[in-house]
């Protein structure tokens, strides 16, 4: 069954996505070097990136945690 997402649903996966990826950028990682500290693949982090992902909220902490920031700056 495919997932079906609102518009409401995919803006907020992108500006959540558009949040992470400005804060690896200022944190000075690569996409890829940053997937890799944080132990998930690159193609799922531009995934994320670009808000076609649905994050697991553990992965969440994985990203948070490498960028060394709580969770709650993320949103």
Excluded at 46 to 68: D, S, T, Y
Aim: net charge positive; proline share 1%; aromatic share 10%.
């Amino acid at each position: 069954m495919k997932n079906t997402y609102t518009k409401q649903d995919k803006d907020y996966l992108q500006k959540f996505g558009a949040r992470v990826r400005a804060l690896r950028k200022a944190a000075g990682y690569s996409q890829e070097d940053f997937a890799l500290e944080i132990g998930l693949d690159r193609t799922y982090m531009g995934g994320v990136e670009r808000g076609e992902r649905n994050l697991a909220l553990l992965n969440i902490r994985k990203i948070a945690r490498g960028l060394k920031i709580p969770e709650k700056e993320l949103f």
